[in-house]
């Protein structure tokens, strides 16, 4: 089955610590992002990659780091410099083609809680 | 720049009623426009998009939506609320940089 998939779907963390999110997808999609949700905000934007060894920050990228080594993998770092990490963060593929028609497929989301 | 609002966190309809969910738009470009659907602990699924081909978009379990540019709109729609619709659903708006910007969402709850 092609899909995206996302682990760990709990993550617990102390404070202090870095946290690293997977996110792989085999559905050959080129663009790739990482996405927060917060409770009444919507989803914001924290990185994203239009190909290979190339990545862009959104609108909340600090205390995040992200890596594109492979086209199936957009792995992203929660840093201690993240001032308030708990959140439920997303992950989505596109296929990166046209303009801005592209649909963002998404994974299950990994919930993360910062003790 | 580019803006979603969505009018109404949460919105409760009877099972069978009509439903209807709010969202305007901001765009400096022609938009191209989503609705996604959201159940608990789970990621976003496509109902339907807007990509200037039709005003009238049909999207997966009886959904559509209607673009119109005058009031820069792009209202969610289903003549009959099914207790599975109860979900949380956002509508984004993508211009040419291939980045969605989403609004805050909307609770819909279906009454039995």
């Known amino acids: 089955d092609g899909g995206i998939t996302q682990s760990p779907k709990y993550l617990f963390r102390k404070e202090g610590q870095n946290v690293t999110l997977s996110c792989e997808q085999n559905l050959n999609h080129d663009a790739m992002y990482w996405y927060r949700q917060d409770p009444g905000q919507g989803l914001r934007l924290i990185y994203y990659s239009q190909i290979v060894n190339d990545f862009q920050k959104g609108d909340i990228a600090e205390g995040y780091s992200v890596s594109r080594e492979k086209k199936e993998s957009f792995p992203l770092t929660v840093t201690s410099a993240q001032k308030n990490p708990t959140a439920f963060y997303l992950c989505?593929?596109?296929?990166?083609?046209?303009?801005?028609?592209?649909?963002?497929?998404f994974g299950p989301g990994t919930r993360l809680t910062v003790l | 720049a580019q803006s979603v609002t969505q009018l109404g966190s949460h919105v409760s309809v009877s099972e069978g009623a009509l439903v209807l969910l709010r969202c305007n738009y901001s765009?400096?470009?022609?938009?191209?426009l989503f609705w996604y659907v959201q159940y608990p602990n789970q990621g976003l699924q496509l109902l339907l998009k807007y990509t200037s081909a039709a005003t009238l978009v049909k999207g997966i379990n009886g959904f559509e939506a209607e673009f119109k540019k005058s009031e820069t709109s792009f209202h969610l729609t289903k003549p009959s609320a099914h207790m599975s619709d109860a979900a949380e659903y956002f509508c984004?708006?993508?211009?040419?940089?291939?980045?969605?910007?989403f609004g805050s969402g909307t609770q819909l709850t279906v009454l039995p």
């Open positions: 984004a708006v993508s211009g040419s940089a291939r980045q969605l910007t």
């Open positions: 765009s400096s470009v022609p938009p191209y």
């Open positions: 989505a593929s596109a296929l990166g083609q046209g303009q801005g028609s592209d649909t963002q497929y």
